[in-house]
């Protein structure tokens, strides 16, 4: 009778997925640009501490990172309670650090050597006492760039 | 020879493709992180096994000790470190000599004679914590970029902290120029508060 009667045909048109390689494209290149690769898998805590004095760090291959902290719960047994360093995915100790920096330095070419900072990501619950072995440590090697690597917040709890 | 001799070629089946793409997807989503490193930037002094002694004047020096409780002495007296910025900012421009014409301080005889001689001298505990360490490195780094970037504003109409980073990213040797061109600027505001900062080597008991 009428033009506009419903068709009773029942079946719903099926959804269009043509369009969904490109949104998950355009997620992908999203990630890949806006994330960094994570380059050493931690076997220490590492929470860092706050600071808001802070600098942005400049590209990753001018930087070579030190981590210290606690071992992990799952790795408390076979390394030990106290405070340790981590140099890439190693455990070490101070004297350590001497050759690490070389072989960093090694790997770069000399232009680019004076912009080598070591970043420096050290948990908060660290006492100062292995922080200064490093630091001794990396000024005997002229190391003399470091950044304190920190979270952003305001150190001074209220 | 082909059957079709004029047809079009078939068409690819494109339906994997959202598969394929969602595959790479989790792969960089489970191999990276995300943000950008920040923090705060130091330059360590270089190994001298037998360190100069210096002479300087008791009231050029800036004394902050932070014990294993992780409390704050400064100059003799207990400080909370919600009031160490302010603490620094005094004693850095307090121009005691009057050669100081960029400063606003108080002109206390007891403190510091202009920010050239002003020294911080900052001495803690092994068994300090880093995270202490690190608000008091926090709260002195902003007494001197407040001053740094005050000074810096009224001179370039640009702060510190921002012409700094511009001058040491690695990114900047690229523009032709620009290098030549910040580095007097930089050079002169580091000149009038050059950052004093010693740290003596925690006691080890």
Redesign the interface.
Known sequence: MSKFKKKKSGELPAIS?AA??DI??M??FF??T?????DSDLKIENTL???????????KE??MYIYAGKPNERYRATLGGSDRIQLADKMSSPSDIRQFVLTERAQRNSA?EK?L?A??K????????L??DI??E???V?????????T?GN??KE | MARKGRGLPPEVNAGSMADIAFLLLIFFLVTTTIGVDQGINRLLPRFDPNPVVPNINERNILTVLVNKDNQLLVEEKLVDIKELRQVAIDFLENNGKGVCNYCEGKRDASSSDSPLDAVISLNNDGQTSYETYIAVQNELVAAYNYLRDRESKKRYGMSFTELDYIYNDPATRAVEGLREDLEPKVKKIQEMFPMRLSEAEPKKN
């Open positions: 997925t969904l390689p998950v494209f997620l992908l990630f890949m806006a994330t960094t690769m994570k501490p706050k600071a808001d004095q802070t600098a942005k760090l400049h590209k001018f930087i680019d912009y900072t970043s420096l050290i948990d908060k619950n660290v006492k100062m006492g922080v200064s630091k001794l990396l000024r005997k002229e190391q003399l760039k470091v950044n304190y690597t920190t952003q150190p001074v």
